[in-house]
């Protein structure tokens, strides 16, 4: 049998994700790091003949390559490259002749030129065709992955179970990567999320992130999805479009939805038309009015950068979604990337001329604004990031009332279950620790007898 290993990039500090305190430029500030690659584990929970490496030291993948493998893959976000290419010249120089690479990363030249073979879409099948298998497309199942929230003097204040439930996204925004990348939408098997919500409510996990790119999307599937939250007590977090969020927010509310988020992008409804985000200010400002509920803690994704704005007007386009209220508002800067319309119209009109691939991360200006430079543009951000989300602010009325609001109406089981466990329970959870389930039965089929399917890739490989 062949051996096989992927790996993300090395760990870096440029490169691990701090999925809190990225947003919050003030102390005290709490954070929670990436310690694992959904893709990656996903890949292995559905193909359990493969090794995987997430975020390892270089030192540490110097030594695993040594071992001698068949095939080594790649995991690569853009900015990741340069780190990438030097992971695959060292393979190379320890003779591992055949080189993969996948992920949003992985189809630009820079890539394609260095490797043997680039997945673009599904892994799943590709990979377990090695082994003489295919996966069913309506079986796909879910891993173990969790991450921990430290606040201060990185103190362990709760771990939360990670989930993805769905990939792809139907709808059609010109500065998405995934519609682009992510061709055939899928689901994951409720029986094997049930399976790993039953874990996350046996080591004392009461929180569950949910990364789909557009939660609610399929109506039926989410409505089990749900169930199975409520069935396990669980408080979640999920990002959607508003229409979706309006329309059944009060269902979602009853079964533990606290903390939703949606992407604003920009307040300007002209603007939303022009990256071909059809949402309706009037439906922004409607949500903000009605998720004011007790016990939510509610986020927004928006955008600065648009070239039709100058400086003034973006900061007036910011003020305009602060005013909003929301618990938490997550900026980044207009990033066209490879394969979207967003990229092909910038390009010509613009021109996109920054040559260090670092800076390609949604936190930096890589092309030519009209009217605001480089270092204006980054400093732009931080400040707004810093007048979005003052840390003070955010635990008093956000964090706060999130957990307030659930006691002074007498529940002191929340505060036992959802607050004193949860504490305790993340200082025996190890993130980095991989634990999968037995496939189960009808999850693959011999690879001469069924078609190969294409809708794979997850949004954090």
């Known amino acids: 049998m062949k051996k096989v290993l992927f790996t993300t990039v090395y760990n870096k500090p440029n490169v691990v994700t701090d999925m809190v305190a990225e947003h919050v430029k003030t102390f005290p500030r709490a954070g929670a790091v990436v310690r694992v690659s959904p893709g990656l584990r996903f890949l292995k929970q559905n193909v359990p003949e493969i090794e995987i490496m997430e975020y390892p030291s270089l030192e540490d993948f110097k030594e695993k390559i040594k071992e001698g493998w068949d095939i080594v893959g790649f995991s690569v976000y853009l900015y990741q490259i340069p780190e990438i290419l030097e992971m695959i010249q060292y393979a190379r120089e320890q003779g591992v002749k055949e080189i993969w690479a996948g992920n949003y990363g992985a189809p630009v030249p820079a890539i394609e030129n260095a490797v043997d073979r680039v997945i673009t879409g599904s892994a799943f099948n590709e990979v377990a065709e090695i082994f003489g298998y295919t996966i069913l497309p309506d079986r796909i199942e879910h891993p173990v992955m969790t991450a921990t929230v430290t606040a201060i003097w990185k103190i362990r204040f709760l771990s939360f179970g990670i989930l993805y439930t769905s990939f792809g996204c139907p709808y059609k925004c010109n500065f998405c990567q995934t519609p682009v990348f992510i061709k055939d939408r899928f689901t994951v098997s409720l029986e094997s999320i049930d399976r790993v919500l039953q874990y996350y409510h046996q080591k004392g996990i ?175 951000l931080q400040t707004l990031k810093t007048t979005y989300n003052s840390s003070i602010k955010l635990y008093r009325e956000g964090l706060g009332r999130l957990v307030y609001d659930e006691i002074k109406r007498g529940k002191w089981w929340f505060f036992r279950n959802y607050i004193l466990r949860s504490i305790i329970s993340s200082n025996f959870n190890n993130d980095t620790e991989q634990v999968y389930f037995p496939n189960m039965e009808g999850h693959k089929t011999p690879a001469m007898t069924t078609n190969i399917i294409t809708p794979y890739n997850v949004h954090h490989l």
């Open 206 to 380: 009461r929180y569950i992130a949910i990364f789909d790119e557009t939660f609610g999307a399929n109506a039926a599937h989410y409505d089990e999805i749900t169930k199975l939250l409520a069935k396990y007590g669980m408080i979640w977090a999920a990002q959607s479009r508003v229409e979706i969020f309006l329309a059944n927010l009060d269902k979602w509310y009853e079964r533990g939805m606290r903390l939703p988020g949606i992407g604003v992008e920009f307040m300007d409804e002209a603007v939303l038309r022009d990256v071909n985000k059809k949402q309706k200010i009037a439906n922004i400002k409607k949500w903000a009015e009605l998720s004011r509920k007790p016990g939510m803690f509610r986020y927004a994704f928006s955008i600065i950068g648009h070239p039709n704005m100058n400086r003034q007007q973006t900061i007036d386009d910011a003020y305009r979604l602060k005013a909003l209220g929301f618990e938490i508002n997550r900026a980044s800067i207009l990033t066209p990337f490879p394969g979207t319309g967003q990229w092909k119209s910038i390009e010509q009109e613009f021109g996109i001329d920054e040559p260090d691939l670092h800076k390609y991360d949604s936190r930096n200006l890589v092309w030519k604004h009209p009217t605001i430079g480089k270092e204006e543009m980054l400093e732009l």
